[in-house]
Nanobody, 113 residues
């Protein structure tokens, strides 16, 4: 059974930082590119960041320079380090195994003073 479990979401003030984690089980993690998406209230789910099996990364323009995606194949985990958070970053954040239908349940990030 494939499972993706996100964690690390919280309420944080503007300008703050958070690190999200996504623990993957049920697949050979190192064989999958991994992605992060987010969905704000009333909006469609949007791409945030991606990391390939080889460690190459790509980002949405809205987060470039502030967010960093990384992976630890030994821990079957992909991370999203989020710095200089803005209220517009408020959303439920999801991880996914790229080019699959495997998604996590999401973790809430709220940026507010």
């Amino acid at each position: 059974q494939v499972q993706l479990v996100e964690s690390g979401g919280a309420l944080v003030q503007p300008g703050g930082s958070l690190r999200l984690s996504c623990l993957v089980s049920g697949v050979i993690f190192s064989r999958y590119g991994m992605g992060w998406y987010r969905q704000a209230p009333g909006k469609q789910r949007e791409f945030v960041a991606r990391i390939t099996t080889g460690g190459e990364t790509s980002y949405a323009n809205s987060v470039k320079g502030r967010f960093t995606v990384s992976r630890d194949n030994a821990k079957n985990t992909v991370y999203l380090q989020m710095n200089m958070l803005k209220p517009d970053d408020t959303a439920v954040y999801y991880c996914t195994a790229w080019s699959t239908t495997f998604w996590g349940q999401g973790t809430q990030v709220t940026v507010s003073s």
